[in-house]
């Protein structure tokens, strides 16, 4: 367990008077000792964190730039919100955060709510308990239709019927203080002008409350009306970016919050959580989103969206213009261009560094060895090593601290054999230079490997770089006064 609080006491005083406080210092010290030691060492789950986060920045100002969607208007307060504003912030498993954004603007849950009520519904009675009267299934239909399964049970917590159902197994009490405990005791707050009008405009949600109770979906001695008061209660609850990016590292950290180091939800119940927020969390986009970007989501018409990274982080992306099924535009832009650059995918390939980054290991041991062993199988000649490196999605244009690539030492050492496998079949640039300006034709041309500077001047002829004409025109005048 970290705790934060003295450090933070301690970073908030002038230098001098911390310099005076030697025996606060010492304490802030040893109870951070592990927390501290981590970061000496970069042991964070993150380890070149301030790299990470510029990338996260670039995705945000991409994402700026968008201006479709609409901001929704059926309830009244939502509709007061300017479409201009955008919010990501980020808390890892070990307790980095960044924010970008109107991070500090508070907004409603709405929907987002859903994943976490359900969480602490499973924590209190069991998973068997709570799916005695909710199903686990994707639906298939509109997340406020008034539809039930086969067995006259709503379809899964995520919906409005079952979010409905959901509600009456959880105690008034309990809920808000296990919010601020997984936002580590940051902001939740609640918002009676939304409550008062989701309360006004709740027609559809009454009319699901009353087929709920006439199918018997409720636990027995239910009051249906008290507990579609709470609902409407709970889907307006207030949070900011960073409380929320708190509350899904909480659910990243198998029910830990990061902050704090509580044990906050129980592992069952987070784990159930997180497999029904990647089924069924982004309403009707909920397969294209777990087909795409492959992570546990859920999104709310406030604009909000709280994404797992399990074991990783969570974030939480604002914007309230809406697409037409009801997610934020820009949020799922973030989303997919976050797995796009990240290997975050529930299904990308951890073993082997493919074209994207893995912030998890990047600057450590592993991405020194897989450089070494490339060019190694290129400097002996290796074609297996190679082949067996490029179907294993390894980045085949890796450089090392020279900036010298696999068809460098190739094109030195005169292996024809490797130069036609990298050109051919993993279509590497033809012309990278080194730190010394030199491309693997000249390599070439120095050490008298006439057969290997025949084979690079076809492909360079063939060859047009993705940014540009530039270096394609300087090897050409290379090549030119080279041979």
């Given at each position: 367990?970290?705790?934060m609080?003295?450090?933070?006491?301690?970073?908030?005083?002038?230098?001098?008077?911390?310099?005076?406080?030697?025996?606060?210092q010492?304490?802030c010290v040893?109870s951070?000792?592990?927390?501290?030691?981590?970061?000496?060492?970069?042991?964070f789950?993150?380890?070149?964190?301030?790299?990470?986060?510029?990338?996260?920045?670039?995705?945000?100002?991409?994402?700026?730039?968008?201006s479709g969607?609409?901001?929704?208007d059926y309830?009244?307060?939502?509709?007061?919100?300017?479409p201009?504003l955008?919010?990501?912030?980020?808390?890892?498993?070990?307790?980095?955060?960044?924010?970008?954004?109107d991070?500090?603007?508070?907004?409603?849950?709405?929907?987002c709510?859903?994943?976490?009520?359900?969480?602490?519904a499973?924590?209190?009675?069991?998973?068997?308990y709570?799916?005695?009267?909710?199903?686990?299934?994707?639906?298939g239909?509109?997340?406020n239709?008034l539809f039930?399964?086969d067995?006259?049970?709503?379809?899964n917590p995520?919906?409005?019927?079952?979010a409905?159902?959901?509600?009456?197994?959880?105690?008034?009490?309990a809920?808000m203080?296990?919010?601020?405990?997984?936002?580590?005791?940051e902001?939740?707050g609640?918002?009676?002008?939304?409550?008062?009008?989701e309360?006004e405009?709740?027609?559809?949600?009454f009319?699901?409350g009353y087929?709920?109770?006439?199918?018997?979906?409720f636990?027995?001695?239910t009051?249906m009306t008290?507990?579609?008061?709470?609902?409407?209660?709970?889907?307006?609850?207030?949070?900011?970016c960073?409380s929320?990016?708190?509350?899904?590292a909480?659910l990243a950290?198998?029910?830990?919050c990061?902050?704090?180091?509580?044990?906050?939800?129980?592992?069952?119940?987070?784990?159930?959580?997180?497999?029904?927020?990647?089924?069924?969390?982004?309403?009707?986009?909920?397969g294209?989103?777990?087909?795409?970007v492959?992570?546990?989501a859920?999104?709310?018409?406030?604009?909000?969206?709280?994404?797992?990274?399990?074991?990783v982080?969570?974030?939480m992306?604002?914007?309230?213009?809406?697409?037409k099924?009801?997610?934020?535009?820009?949020?799922?832009?973030?989303?997919?261009?976050?797995?796009?650059?990240?290997?975050f995918?529930?299904?990308?390939?951890?073993?082997?560094?493919?074209?994207?980054?893995?912030?998890?290991?990047?600057?450590?041991d592993?991405?020194?060895?897989s450089?070494?062993?490339?060019?190694?199988?290129?400097?002996t000649?290796?074609v297996?090593?190679?082949?067996?490196?490029?179907?294993?999605?390894?980045?085949?244009?890796?450089?090392?601290?020279d900036?010298?690539?696999?068809?460098h030492?190739?094109?030195?050492e005169?292996?024809?054999?490797?130069v036609?496998?990298l050109?051919?079949?993993?279509?590497?640039?033809?012309?990278?230079?080194?730190?010394?300006?030199?491309?693997?034709?000249?390599?070439?041309?120095?050490?008298?490997?006439h057969?290997?500077?025949?084979?690079?001047?076809k492909?360079?002829e063939?060859?047009?770089?993705?940014?540009g004409?530039?270096?394609?025109?300087?090897a050409?005048?290379?090549?030119?006064s080279l041979?």
């Amino acid at each position: 367990m970290f705790m934060m609080k003295p450090l933070h006491q301690t970073l908030s005083l002038p230098f001098i008077e911390v310099c005076q406080t030697s025996g606060l210092q010492t304490w802030c010290v040893q109870s951070n000792i592990v927390l501290l030691t981590q970061a000496f060492r970069k042991k964070f789950v993150i380890p070149d964190f301030q790299s990470f986060t510029s990338h996260i920045d670039e995705l945000y100002e991409s994402a700026k730039k968008l201006s479709g969607g609409q901001v929704a208007d059926y309830i009244p307060q939502l509709a007061k919100f300017s479409p201009d504003l955008w919010a990501v912030s980020l808390c890892t498993v070990d307790g980095q955060r960044h924010t970008v954004g109107d991070t500090k603007v508070p907004f409603c849950l709405q929907s987002c709510v859903k994943p976490l009520k359900y969480a602490v519904a499973v924590h209190d009675h069991s998973t068997e308990y709570v799916h005695s009267f909710i199903g686990m299934e994707p639906s298939g239909l509109r997340f406020n239709k008034l539809f039930l399964s086969d067995d006259d049970k709503p379809h899964n917590p995520m919906v409005n019927a079952g979010a409905i159902v959901c509600t009456s197994l959880i105690k008034v009490n309990a809920v808000m203080n296990f919010l601020k405990k997984m936002s580590g005791n940051e902001y939740v707050g609640f918002s009676n002008a939304t409550f008062q009008s989701e309360r006004e405009s709740g027609d559809r949600n009454f009319a699901i409350g009353y087929y709920l109770k006439e199918k018997k979906c409720f636990p027995e001695g239910t009051d249906m009306t008290s507990v579609l008061d709470f609902y409407f209660q709970l889907c307006s609850i207030e949070v900011t970016c960073e409380s929320a990016s708190v509350m899904a590292a909480t659910l990243a950290n198998g029910g830990i919050c990061p902050i704090t180091g509580e044990r906050v939800l129980n592992p069952e119940a987070v784990r159930n959580t997180l497999s029904l927020m990647h089924s069924c969390g982004m309403y009707d986009f909920s397969g294209q989103f777990a087909f795409h970007v492959g992570l546990p989501a859920k999104s709310g018409v406030a604009g909000g969206i709280l994404l797992v990274v399990p074991n990783v982080m969570g974030i939480m992306c604002w914007s309230p213009p809406l697409d037409k099924l009801g997610n934020s535009v820009r949020g799922i832009q973030f989303c997919t261009d976050l797995v796009e650059r990240f290997n975050f995918h529930n299904y990308d390939n951890l073993r082997h560094f493919a074209k994207k980054h893995d912030p998890r290991r990047e600057g450590g041991d592993q991405r020194v060895k897989s450089v070494i062993n490339l060019l190694f199988a290129a400097y002996t000649g290796d074609v297996s090593a190679l082949r067996r490196f490029a179907l294993s999605s390894m980045d085949m244009e890796q450089r090392d601290y020279d900036s010298r690539t696999a068809l460098h030492v190739a094109a030195a050492e005169g292996h024809t054999e490797v130069v036609r496998f990298l050109l051919e079949a993993c279509k590497v640039n033809p012309v990278p230079r080194d730190r010394w300006g030199n491309t693997p034709i000249e390599e070439a041309v120095h050490f008298g490997h006439h057969d290997v500077v025949t084979i690079l001047q076809k492909h360079n002829e063939k060859y047009s770089p993705p940014a540009g004409a530039d270096n394609k025109e300087s090897a050409e005048k290379s090549l030119d006064s080279l041979l």
